[in-house]
């Protein structure tokens, strides 16, 4: 079983960073699609940041030009610069198996972004 285990959220000022890690229990090489989603309080879980495929990166509008999609090993990082309100929500690690089809999630960290 694949267990994928985020941290690095907390409490930040709008215009604030964080970087979040995504550790995975095996190589993060070894999916087919690797990302960061986000649920806000009362919103659907939404895309964040993936590696749709190879080394290509898909953003959601919201945060082209803020925040960056990395990885290394077992683990997956979010680079979240400019941070605004309304990023605050629980940021979430998936990862994609396509064959057999699994899709593993961890288990969240909360940002909060907040004066």
């Known amino acids: 079983q694949v267990q994928l285990v985020e941290s690095g959220g907390g409490l930040v000022q709008p215009g604030g960073s964080l970087r979040l890690s995504c550790v995975a229990s095996?190589?993060?090489?070894?999916?087919?699609?690797v990302g960061w989603y986000r649920q806000a309080p009362g919103k659907e879980r939404e895309l964040v940041a993936t590696?749709?495929?190879?080394?290509s990166t898909n953003y959601a509008d919201s945060v082209k030009g803020r925040f960056t999609i990395s990885r290394a090993e077992n683990t997956v990082y979010l680079q979240m610069n400019s941070l605004k309100p309304e990023d605050t929500a629980v940021y979430y690690c998936?990862?994609?198996?396509?064959?057999?089809?699994?899709?593993?999630w961890g288990q969240g960290t909360q940002v909060t972004v907040s004066s």
């Open positions: 998936n990862a994609v198996q396509a064959l057999p089809y699994r899709s593993y």
């Open positions: 095996r190589s993060i090489f070894s999916f087919n699609v």
């Open positions: 590696f749709p495929s190879g080394s």
